[in-house]
């Protein structure tokens, strides 16, 4: 189990982002175009290694549910109807810390398949 935890979950007004406070005083303000596209989902991750997708197309997506999933996790649902991720403690943390360097990765993925994160089509 994370040695970290969330003190707070705290969605905008706008569905737009999600607050994440820490029981060590971290705090971290994630896009829920970030949770979206690196989603821990099989949908998104796949079942093994280089089965990952890209998913284009969701700068504007909005955060709609979000659902506690025993005491590790939170399972995060978007108005584009996903909602297969289970976000454990420690992953939100990762993405907390680490996710400019992760989102960069992800635009770079986008730009090598000439996607955009305005135009949706199929995850490749």
């Known amino acids: 189990m994370s040695e970290f935890w969330p003190t707070e979950l705290r969605v905008s007004k706008d569905r ?4 994440v406070s ?3 005083g971290a705090s971290f303000d994630l896009s829920a175009e970030i949770l979206r ?29 979000m659902i506690p ?3 590790y ?5 978007f108005d584009d109807f996903h909602d297969t991720g289970i976000y454990s403690w420690s992953y939100l943390r990762e993405l ?7 989102f960069s990765d992800y635009e770079r993925e986008l730009a090598e398949k000439g996607m955009t994160r305005d135009r949706s089509e199929k995850p490749r």
Request: aromatic fraction near 2%.
């Open 22 to 24: 820490f029981n060590d």
């Open 73 to 77: 996790a939170v399972r995060i649902g």
């Open 96 to 102: 907390g810390e680490n996710g400019e360097a992760l």
């Open 16 to 19: 737009q982002r999600l607050q």
């Open 37 to 65: 596209v690196l989603s821990p989902s099989a949908e998104v991750k796949g079942h093994g290694p280089g089965q990952r997708v890209t998913v284009p197309g969701k700068r504007n997506v909005a955060i709609i549910s």
């Open 69 to 71: 999933t025993g005491n």
